[in-house]
């Protein structure tokens, strides 16, 4: 039986990742519909103290790292004052935030006042009509002066979130490492995910991780960096001597780091997900509004802890429950089936479009 926050597969799950509401200011084309989001109802979503009583029991249990994030968490309203009563909790030691920065000229100093350290800011593009384009919504100053709000506020580190779209701003690779080399700014460069709209996106704008370090490298070389706070799964890189910031690479597809996965995530309605791509996912609502106790709760906590699968199956187009399919096989070779023609548990055809629709990241919380 597990006792504490380690899963079947040995790894300590010591990272919680709080999504706050599903609501959002943006519309990314790869992340959320333009219209006709059916938002989840008021009472479905956890009250700021149902989700610190969570974070406490979940400290009991080894949870130290806790990131907030939606949808867009900077739109609900009390997120500063329960930043403030997630930095009471001992034994927290890291709070951090996913934001796509609209908000932050505005918030971040007040964010930093309240316990807040450090920031990831979501910016796909360095051109205003580009990020209308994937956002379509007109903010790029917003989202750009909100990025010097955070340094200006103290947050550090602060991590540019950028998702690589080929065709759309893979000529920008450069441009944003440009920035490290004279900001105190770490950017990441993300791996497309085919969860949510990006499921209908056109599998050819998927661009790894290798190539855009190969057409970074020909300009200045990658470098081994200073350690970078809150590492987790990006590989991070000094682009040529001197250069004040970091690039980074989070290549969850095409080199997937499920072997050192560290997390469970919490939705705005309460359900505990052990994976992003798959089911399983556990209710931790209803005990809590049903009058559970403290050890009911780490009950629940620890048995989602126990579901986490191995890894997931992204890589080969999988999700959900043809995912848990492939999961449940012992040899799990699934790419390695495919590629040979060899009949698998997966074999009943990528995901279908009802479940990729399904998996949306902004209700998952990204
Ligand atoms: N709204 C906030 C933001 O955009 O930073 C927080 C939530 S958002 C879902 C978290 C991160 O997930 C963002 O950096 C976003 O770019 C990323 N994301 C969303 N859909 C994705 C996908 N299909 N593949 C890869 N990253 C994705
Ligand atoms: Fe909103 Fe973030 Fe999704 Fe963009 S990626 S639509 S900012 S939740």
Redesign the pocket.
């Known amino acids: 039986m597990i006792t504490d926050c380690v899963d079947g597969f040995g790894r300590k799950i010591n990272y919680l990742r709080v999504s706050i509401t599903d609501r959002?200011n943006?519309r990314?084309v790869?992340?959320m519909p333009e219209e006709g989001v059916v938002w989840l109802p008021h009472d479905d979503i956890l009250r700021y103290e149902e989700i610190e009583r969570i974070v406490r029991v979940g400290v009991g249990l080894g949870i130290d790292r806790v990131r907030v994030?939606?949808?867009?968490?900077l739109v609900r309203r009390g997120v500063v004052e329960f930043i403030g009563r997630l930095a009471a909790i001992q034994g927290l030691q890291d709070i951090s935030l996913?934001?796509?920065g609209v908000n932050l000229p505005e918030m971040a100093g007040a964010l930093a006042s309240a316990g807040l350290r450090r920031v990831?800011?979501?910016l796909?593009t360095l051109q205003p009509e580009r990020f209308a384009q994937v956002s379509r919504v007109d903010a790029h100053a917003k989202v750009l002066a909100g990025v010097e709000a955070a340094l200006a506020a103290g947050l550090h580190p602060v991590k540019l979130?950028v998702?690589v779209l080929r065709g759309f701003n893979d000529d920008e690779v450069a441009d944003f490492a440009a920035l490290t080399l004279t900001r105190p700014v770490h950017v990441r460069f993300?791996?497309?995910?085919?969860?949510?709209?990006?499921g209908k996106i056109e599998e050819d704008r998927f661009v790894a991780s290798a190539e855009i370090k190969a057409r970074l490298e020909r300009v200045r070389p990658l470098l081994a960096p200073p350690p970078v706070p809150g590492q987790g799964p990006a590989e991070y890189f000094q682009w040529g001597e001197g250069a004040v910031g970091t690039v980074g690479f989070i290549s969850?597809i095409s080199e997937h780091f499920c072997a050192s996965c560290n997390r469970l995530r919490l939705t705005a309605d309460g359900r505990l997900h052990p994976c992003l791509a798959m089911d399983r996912t556990v209710d931790i609502r209803t005990a809590l509004r049903g009058g559970a106790d403290d050890r009911e709760v780490a009950g629940i906590i620890l048995e989602a802890v126990g579901r986490k699968p191995r890894r997931h199956y992204m890589s080969a187009g999988l999700t959900g429950a043809v995912a848990e399919a492939a999961a449940a096989d012992p040899a799990g070779d699934v790419e390695g089936d495919a590629a040979r023609g060899v009949d698998s548990p997966a074999d009943d055809g990528p995901a279908d479009h009802e479940e990729i629709k399904r998996r949306r990241?902004?209700r998952i919380?990204?």
Do not use: H, K, Q, R
């Open positions: 959002c943006l990314c790869y992340c994030t939606g949808g867009e968490p996913t934001t796509n990831n800011i979501s796909d979130n998702v993300i791996e497309l995910m085919p969860l949510g709209e990006s969850a990241m902004f919380g990204g």
